[in-house]
């Protein structure tokens, strides 16, 4: 799992760098693979369920854990 997301993460940028007209494809592309291959789960995309948001207003932000 982490050798995935590694080699995930470096061709990535080798893709951001070669084709930078089409970045922000290959970044919601990059995003999509790391959901389905399951290294970040569909859970924590959306909401901060498992990370601690440190944001002013966590209720602006669709935070579910709030941090005072």
């Known amino acids: 799992m982490k050798t995935t997301a590694i080699i995930l993460f470096v061709l990535t940028y080798i893709l ?26 569909i859970s924590d995309v959306f909401f901060c369920s498992r990370l601690e948001c440190y944001h002013d207003d966590c209720r602006y932000h669709g935070c579910r854990r709030f941090v005072y």
Do not use: H, M
């Open 16 to 41: 951001l760098l070669s084709f930078p007209k089409i970045r922000s494809y290959i970044a919601l592309a990059s995003a999509a693979c790391f959901v389905i291959f399951k290294i970040l789960p």
